[in-house]
Structure formats: structure tokens, C-alpha cells
């Protein structure tokens, strides 16, 4: 999605606009997904009260100011508010966000699935030559952009159903998520005017993204490329070429380089310095083959040289990774650790490579989002600043769990668990 907005969600889905100007394939879509002039119609029959319907059209009328000062036209203005009303629906999805109960490796089996994989295998037959074509051009194996489109739109498959400026405008009626709704409608009201799409077709997900590889606006306007040459930058239709090559695009531009692996599962001998695991603690491959840090299986690790950091999620018995730059650039489309793996991972088996050769502990359990939550707030309490609260087990919270087990002469692992939960609670 060239997303830089979901934290640890895969950028939403969202797309299509305008069926009037006669331009793309806007037919309907693999799956039997019912094409853009129905699916626009998704979620008005709801009867939202009479106060939203005009609160809706008040505010509106007030947003056009802000639009003006963006340089948006009083024409494009007309023409994207026209057919908008207030959707409850974009609202009740917004508010009734599945809570994360899986465990990595369940997230893991259903991201890189042998379905996933089948349908993978079948998109690089047949789209080859424009993916082939764009990791020339791009230098971002193509491997990972099918990956990475796999896991955005079930490769084009679920591409969004509500309409775009219509899902936008609700939300920021609503203030949900303050400025941010905001600058994603400015944004796609300047995409409208650029003549790239129309509003007819400009549909997508609750959340603002759209297309193939789910972008959101503002990563739109930054990094969409129109590489067939017909001067739009098409990521809305059945052809996916403009959004294949605006993801390797963002892969690029957020610091890919070409031929690197982004993580390559290692094996970590007897006694290994967990301490030494986490993102930030840097070193090069050579360095940590010193340390007795293998190849796990057929995927051959980074050259010598390159620079790399160890992560371990699945703690001592667990898979583990070197995790190269190009993981951090998978990072800027989705900043989700599971989320890189998952690319990475399916990439790997797309090029032939083996599954995993270490298996995930199977009595590691998945925390909670509160339990999560409480695990960051009692280790900050306790002098060990998780650099904040929010039941996202990123480097910082593995960082801070290290230390405090350290201190207390507890093996160290950085993984959060319900044993760990059990000793803060007893302080």
C-alpha cells in the first residue's frame, strides 16, 4: 500500500473511480466481486439519522475553504461531493475493528498458506512479463511485489467496495482519527483532478486505501506511476501493471536494494546471548557466524558483508532471522514485524525455497491486546520505558523486557509471555 498509516495492519482495501469516462476495465472483477457501479450502492439503504445526513452536507459546505487552499477546484469539488452521503457503514466498520488474538506464527500460517501460495504461483504465470519487466525497472524482486499484493488484495481479488470520497468525507465529519481523514480526502480530491480516476470509481475501504496493493492517498500522490504509458496512473483496474510497479516503486524509494534478501531464517547455537537479538543491535553476517549463527535451510544467507540485525520471535526455541534494510523497507509499507515476515516468507516460497526448518513453539500462546498493554505498562512502571502503551511488541518493548530480565537474572528472551505477565504482577 505504500501505506504508511496502519501501524500494524495490512493497508486497507480501496479503489475505483469513474465509470463515465469510458476509461480502464472496469468490468467485473476475479471472485465474481460485483463491479464499481454496484458496490458504490454499498451500505446507503441504512436510514443514518436525519442530523448526520445534513451535519454531513454542513460540514461539506464548510471543507471547501480547506480544499481551496489545497489548490483544490471548485469544479472537482462539485463534482466529488455530489453523489455523497453520510455511510454509517464506513462508521461501523471503523468502530468494530477485530481485536489481534492470533499469535505470529497462526498469523504466519494464514499469510503464507498453501492457498496463498497456489494463487501466488499462478499471478507470477500470468503477469511475468509485466512483473519481470517492472523488477527491472525497479530493482524489487518480483517475487516480492506479487508477495505484497498477495497479501493486500488476495492479489486483486478484494480491492474494496465502498466509494472513496464518500468513505472519507464520513470519517472526517466524524473527527475520527483528527487531521488524518482529512489529508487523505484533500489528497484524493487532487487525484480526482489530475484525471487519473473519477468519483464513480474511486472506492476502496473504510479506511482510505485503494487498489491492487492498497494505497492510501497521500501515498498516491508520492509514489503511484502510470508504467503502461497511457497517461494515468491506473491502479483501480483489472490490469495491474500501475500498481505492480507503484509498489516496487515505494519498495525503491524507501531504500530496497536490489538482490538482498529481507530476512533469512538462521539457527542460533547452544547458549547464544539472547541479549544480542533485537532490531538496532547491528552486525554483519560474518560477525554473527562468528558467533556460531548458521543457515537454517536451502535459503542462503547475505553476503559476509552485509549489515543485519537478529530478531527472535518465536524466543529461544523458535524460528529466528537475519533482517536486512530491505526488511525495514518493507516496514515503511506496513510497520508490522509480522507483516515483513509474511512478505518475506511468501516471497521465498514463491521463488522455490523451503518453508521454515524450525518450528514455532507450540506452547507459546498469544497474549492479548490488554494483557500486551499491561506487560508495556508494568515494565515502565518498573524503570523499564517501553517508549510507550499500546500492546505493540515492537523492538522497544523486546528491548525493554531484556533489560528488566537481566536485571532480575532471568534467561533472556525479549518475547513477551504470560509467565513473564505473571512475575511484574508480583513485582
Known sequence: MGISFRQSVSLAAMALVLASCGVGNYGPRPGGVAPASQEIKWGRNQNPPPAKVAGLQSWLAGFRSQGRAAGISDQTMDLAFRDVVYNPEVVKRSQNQAEFKKSLWEY???????????????????????????????????????????????????????????ALST???????????????????????????????????????????????????????????????????????????????YLAKSGWQRGLPAAVEVTLPAGFDMGLAGKGKKRSVAEWQSLGVRQANARPLPPAGTTTELITPGGRTGAAFLI????????????????????????????????????????????????????????????????????????????????????????????????????????
Open 108 to 166: 504466519l500460517e494464514n499469510a503464507v498458506s498453501e492457498k496463498r501460495q497456489n494463487n501466488g504461483r499462478a499471478a507470477l504465470a500470468q503477469y511475468g512479463g509485466v512483473l519481470s519487466r517492472v523488477e527491472a525497472a525497479y530493482g524489487v524482486d518480483k517475487e516480492v511485489v506479487t508477495a505484497v499484493w498477495g497479501m493486500e488484495s488476495t492479489y486483486g481479488e478484494r480491492r474494496g467496495d465502498l466509494p472513496l470520497v464518500e
Open 171 to 249: 470519517l472526517s465529519y466524524e473527527g475520527y482519527r483528527g487531521d488524518f481523514f482529512r489529508s487523505q480526502l484533500i489528497a484524493a480530491l487532487k487525484i480526482l483532478q489530475s484525471g487519473d480516476i473519477d468519483p464513480g470509481h474511486m472506492t476502496g475501504s473504510w479506511a482510505g486505501a485503494m487498489g491492487h496493493t492498497q494505497f492510501i492517498p497521500t501515498t498516491y500522490l508520492a509514489y503511484a506511476v502510470d508504467f503502461t504509458g497511457d497517461g494515468r496512473r491506473d491502479i483501480w483496474s483489472n490490469d495491474p501493471s500501475d500498481s505492480l510497479a507503484s509498489t516496487a516503486n
Open 324 to 427: 536486512t534494510r530491505n526488511f525495514h523497507a518493507i516496514l515503511r509499507y506496513n510497520n508490522a514485524d509480522s507483516y515483513a515476515l509474511a512478505v518475506s516468507h511468501l516471497s521465498d516460497r514463491l521463488k522455490g525455497y523451503p518453508g521454515l526448518a524450525n518450528p514455532w513453539p507450540s506452547d507459546h500462546p498469544g497474549l492479548r491486546l490488554e494483557s500486551r498493554k499491561q506487560i508495556q505498562e508494568l515494565l515502565t512502571r518498573r524503570g523499564f520505558d517501553t517508549q510507550g502503551v499500546d500492546g505493540n511488541m515492537g523492538s522497544n518493548t523486546a528491548n525493554a523486557i531484556r533489560a528488566y530480565q537481566q536485571s532480575r537474572g532471568l534467561p533472556v528472551t525479549g518475547e513477551p509471555s504470560a509467565d513473564l505477565l505473571a512475575q511484574l504482577r508480583q513485582g
